[in-house]
């Protein structure tokens, strides 16, 4: 073999990283991927009437819970007595490892506190887990009110085919689940159809045979909604079945040709693994070698705090104290967190000067990928600086510790104010001040800084306000930089649904423009104040962007306007609101290049002339409704979301409140 200091060696090795790389993408699904995709998610009406002790018992069930999910993928658990007594259930995709299947557990326990505080029920629905409490025994409920189906809206081109296959298809998965304890998937491909469709069909252990049927007939009369899409998924109580023309899964139970196909990838793998190894051993000696020399006084070196000590501005090179950033948050107390991100938490900080800092504490359970977004947070957020970006101040790293140190923001998140109680205290001055100050941090990072920078989750909650509610854009752990000799960067889905482009969330294709539909999404939620979802209105009124542009199609755009603003001020600006609601459409057009530049958008929304654009039909709507989210009144609100990055066979036009 060539020695690995050779040219020739080098070379050798990246022929072989080469071709594992060519090997097809149902191959990747073999890696480890916990599938924390949220399909869908819902809380009681109802709120304990005891906090302290629900809270107790919830805590000590999600704990039971944890100690044999691990092992076996499923658990059962309860705790109390009396009102505050707590059941729950978790269970993962038979497919998924033991490993993750208790990171998909953990995210889900993490994310079902946040969604329902203080409800006396609760479940969590990801596509490789699914977590429930209820303050009564639910194990055995096959089905309930709190239905839903996913749907993502891209119609095949020969519909009747397809919907005559994929139902053939649902029909072979659920049998074979109820006969095979309650799991099973497959695949099934049709003359005229450009690709196979993928199904799998999952019920809850504790449900009898029966139950499973029924609960995947029910279930599968969710999905039926949305046929002829790309992919569909019924959510009940005791199930979960999907279909997708990509592969979700990692193995089939009932395909003799996957299992060989997965035996010649696992030789293939075995092969070159080897090669790939030594190839990273050497990629990182070299690496070692190189900052040694840079730096020869430390001992173990991290690539963000060497990004820090490498960095020409002075008011970057400041590494924190990890124990002075633990006093300062009273040891990451929960009285002291102000928020929480896909992949962190975030903690108000006071340090011994007393300044008050935002400490943003990445999840350690999720070290690979929450290290990948602390790196790229700190490279582009620090390679920044904008009066509407939220300043980072320093970075502190411990082990699998990895904290964040940013400016603090006294007025919190736009989304609750508004959303929660506060929301009288916008003005529609403010509430325009911060569409244009979003406007403006966002051209700057997509257009007018060294480097072009997508930012990919722009919403609510990722704009933080300032003493004087001015909007600075926070969360750079999913931007990415966009090379100036590229018309789109091809990867994977990260985001929020909803607030997502349909050509990034279908295709992975991503642009500035991705962001500028964010933006419109956005823009609509400010103006009438509500979110982009909301399943307690009517059915044609659910989707804000749909009911929106429905009141615009019969020019009535003016009541999209917060009813709020009008009875406070009667005498608001009513040109300059249509104005906002108009540009809102405009960047919420389906196809990207007939989205203005965020340039642009702050040229018109500082311009007293009159906008001629008209804009088009907006992304994900048409006369039949094709974003197929439809909900059952009942005891949950169900509302649905996608946080962190995700494959486009995973992503789904969902519905959402993060």
């Not at 044999?68 to 505050?84: K, W």
């Not at 736009?414 to 506060?422: A, E, I, M, Q, V």
């Not at 752990?477 to 990260?494: I, K, S």
């Not at 009124?541 to 003016?558: I, S, T, V």
Request: aromatic fraction near 10%; hydrophobic fraction near 40%.
């Amino acid at each position: 073999m060539p020695s690995l200091n050779t040219d020739a060696g080098l070379s050798w090795l990246v022929l072989y990283v080469l071709i594992i790389s060519a090997i097809p993408n149902f191959v990747l699904r073999l890696e480890a991927d916990p599938q924390i995709v949220e399909a869908g998610h819902g809380c009681s009406l109802i709120n304990t009437t005891n906090p302290t002790a629900f809270t107790e018992n919830r805590k000590n069930v999600f704990s039971l819970l944890a100690e044999n999910i691990s092992s076996t993928g499923f658990a059962t658990a309860s705790s109390g007595n009396g009102t505050n007594k707590v059941y729950g259930l978790a269970q993962c995709r038979n497919d998924l490892s033991m490993a993750d299947c208790s990171q998909c557990y953990t995210a889900a326990t993490d994310q079902i506190v946040k969604y329902c505080p203080f409800e006396i029920g609760a479940r969590m629905i990801f596509d490789g887990c699914f977590l429930r409490y209820e303050n009564e025994t639910f194990f055995d409920q096959a089905v309930d009110a709190g239905n839903s189906n996913v749907c993502i809206s891209v119609v095949s081109s020969s519909p009747k085919l397809f919907n005559e296959t994929a139902q053939r298809l649902l029909a072979d998965v659920r049998s074979k689940a109820v006969k095979n304890e309650g799991f099973a998937t497959d695949e099934i491909s049709a003359n005229g159809l450009s690709t196979a469709i993928y199904g799998l069909a999952m019920c809850r252990r504790t449900l009898t045979t029966n139950s499973c049927d029924v609960c995947l007939q029910h279930a599968t009369q969710l999905v039926e909604r949305c046929f002829s899409l790309q992919d569909g998924r019924g959510l009940d109580a005791g199930c979960y079945l999907r279909y997708s023309t990509l592969p979700f899964y990692t193995i089939s139970s009932s395909s003799s040709s996957h299992s060989k196909t997965l035996a010649i990838v696992v030789g293939t793998l075995g092969g070159a693994a080897l090669i790939a190894l030594l190839c990273l051993i050497f990629i990182f000696r070299q690496s070692l070698r190189k900052f040694y020399r840079k730096v020869p006084a430390r001992s173990q070196p991290d690539e963000a705090e060497e990004y820090f000590a490498a960095d020409e501005d002075p008011k970057l090179n400041h590494p924190f104290n990890y124990d002075s950033l633990r006093a300062a948050t009273k040891n990451f107390d929960s009285s002291m967190k102000i928020g929480e991100g896909g992949f962190g938490q975030v903690y108000k900080g006071v340090l011994s000067n007393g300044r008050e800092v935002a400490v943003k504490k990445l999840f350690v359970k999720q070290s690979t990928r929450a290290s990948d977004e602390f790196v790229t947070e700190v490279k582009l957020i620090s390679a920044v600086r904008h009066r509407n970006l939220v300043q980072l101040l320093g970075c502190c790293t411990r082990g699998k510790e990895k904290l964040l140190v940013y400016e603090f923001m006294p007025n919190t998140s736009l989304d609750r104010h508004l959303f929660g109680n506060s929301a009288n205290s916008l003005s529609w001055k403010t509430r325009f001040e911060i569409i244009l100050g979003t406007a403006h941090g966002l051209a700057y990072l997509n257009e007018e800084s060294r480097f072009r920078i997508l930012h990919r989750d722009i919403k609510s909650a990722n704009i933080l306000l300032d003493n004087d509610f001015q909007a600075k854009i926070a969360d750079f752990g999913l931007a990415r930089l966009f090379p100036e000799d590229q018309t789109h960067l091809t990867t994977r889905v990260g985001g929020t649904i909803g607030y997502t482009a349909p050509e990034y969330a279908l295709h992975g294709q991503l642009t500035e423009k991705a962001d500028v539909y964010s933006y419109g999404i956005l823009v609509l939620e400010i103006v009438s104040g509500r979110k982009y979802v909301d399943p307690k209105l009517p059915a044609e009124m659910e989707l804000l962007l749909g009911w929106a542009w429905n009141l615009y199609e019969k020019n009535e755009a003016f009541s999209v306007v917060d009813r709020r603003l009008i009875e406070s001020d009667p005498q608001v600006n009513r040109e300059e609101m249509l104005k906002v609601i108009q540009i809102a459409f405009l960047c919420t057009q389906g196809a990207p290049e007939l989205r203005p530049f965020m340039s642009k958008v702050v040229s018109m929304l500082t311009s007293n002339t009159q906008i001629l654009a008209q804009p088009n039909r907006p992304a994900f709507i048409d006369n039949n409704s094709t974003t197929n989210t439809s909900l059952d009144s009942g005891n949950f609100g169900w509302m649905e979301s996608s946080s962190g990055p995700a494959s486009a066979a995973t992503v789904t036009n969902s519905l959402q409140a993060r």
